[in-house]
């Protein structure tokens, strides 16, 4: 890699490229190694205190990742594969007899500060296919996912503001929930799923790779439901009550 370091007036420029080349290592006696480098460019500015991060890119077989901003708020754009995502670390995380395919591509804004973080973005999931043991697979062609969530670090609290997911299978919405961070956290669990005009007819191929159902079982029908997930100390609750 390389860096070059540029002043105009009272502002400094950073300027630096990277390329990780030959990633291995050893993993339970097995070597392991990236199949690509990995590239990282950035470039950084500076003036009076502040710095900005004009702009940082990160490139791997799998992922690219491109963001921008300062030490307060930061723009991001993804696009992942998870074909390639699952060869690569596959490696690293053994998923048994699972094979996925299909593409992820994303953007938002994380804003930090001293009291916690915002974080708001959107997603969208194209030809998810997943496969595992059996020649069962089960397939997802679209999603879209917008979510806003904060992080209270003084209390130890995740709200999860929204969370919206329109997808080929159906929605699915949260909304003002809270999630706790550890023990002592300021509020307890208390979440409520929302979900509306769910095909069940397209839910079956999951229902029968991830949760046993028997494949000689047929689904038909739209369902909606309301899911009320809390817990107090270490008892869990799960209700329903429109359905």
Partial sequence: GNIET?????RRYINAQAKLVGLKGIVEDKEIALSEPVTAEAQLSSDKGSVSFDKLDISTSFANINCAGDMELVKYNADINFAKLQSELGQFVDLGPYSMGGALSGNGQVSIKADGITALGSSQI??????????????????????????????AVLT???????TSLGQVSIAQASVPMNEDAAKPLNVVV??????????????????????????????????????????????????
């Fill in 160 to 166: 999860i503001e929204s969370i919206e997911a329109d």
């Fill in 6 to 10: 540029v002043t105009q007036g009272t």
């Fill in 126 to 155: 194209r030809n998810l296919n997943i496969s595992g043991p059996n020649d069962v697979a089960a397939s997802l062609p679209v999603a879209e996912v917008t979510h806003t969530l904060g992080l209270d670090s003084q209390n």
């Fill in 194 to 243: 929302d979900t509306r005009n769910v095909d069940l007819a397209k839910l079956q191929p999951f229902a029968v790779l991830f949760a046993s159902f028997p494949p000689e079982t047929q689904m038909l029908g739209m369902a909606e439901s309301k899911i009320h997930i809390s817990a107090e100390s270490d008892l869990y609750r799960i209700s329903t009550d429109a359905t």
